[in-house]
Structure formats: C-alpha cells, structure tokens
C-alpha cells in the first residue's frame, strides 16, 4: 500500500493559478493509471484528468485547454497545473492510483482549492 499526499492548493482569483502535486510513497512508474478528481460541495467526484500508463492523458471538458497532468517519475510525484482558475473549480482535489493486476487503487486525503470571483 502506498501513501498519497496531496499539497498546492489553496485560494486563488478568478483568472489565476495553482499547481497541485500528489507525493507518492512508492514508485510511480509501477501504476497503469494516474488521475486527480474533485469533489465541489453537494456534487459527487468527477474525474479531472488521468495519466494512462503508455503516456496517454484524458481531460474533463472543463479541464481542457486549462489544466494539464504530468508526473515525475524520478520524484514519485504527479502535477496538476490549473490555469484560468474559475469559482467553478472550487472543490476538494484528490489525487486516485491504480495497478490492473493484481487489482489496486487508492486515494489521496484531498487539497482544497477555492477560487474567488
């Protein structure tokens, strides 16, 4: 089992930037999947971005052109760069691993990110 620490968040303008980071305990070159989702007050968690293993990335549409995904695999770290923040995106952002076999997936604690109109 790894341990995940999100970091960066934290309150922001509308119109401006964060960089998020997800620490990983192990090494990161092991996991198939990569990802951040978030969580906004009332909603349910909604995948932000995903890192497939071949280097493959998936954006939510309210994430393109806005936020990218990358990972330092020497680092045991994984980023989110957001830029052209809106108050829409505020919501708790947690960063998600997963290994298809054998079968395991796993959660950060989260880092909230609250933009100001």
């Known amino acids: 089992q790894v341990q995940l620490v999100e970091s960066g968040g934290g309150l922001v303008q509308a119109g401006g930037s964060l960089t998020l980071s997800c620490a990983v305990s192990?090494?990161?070159?092991?996991?198939?999947?990569m990802a951040w989702y978030r969580q906004a007050p009332g909603k349910q968690r909604e995948l932000v971005a995903r890192l497939i293993r071949g280097g493959t990335t998936n954006y939510a549409d309210s994430a393109k052109g806005r936020f990218t995904i990358s990972r330092d695999n020497a680092n045991n770290t994984m980023y989110l760069q957001m830029n052209s923040l809106e108050p829409e995106d505020t919501a708790v952002y947690y960063c998600?691993?997963?290994?298809?076999?054998?079968?395991?997936?796993?959660w950060g604690q989260g880092t909230q990110v609250t933009v100001s109109s």
């Open positions: 192990g090494s990161i070159s092991s996991f198939d999947v």
């Open positions: 998600y691993v997963n290994v298809m076999r054998p079968p395991y997936s796993d």
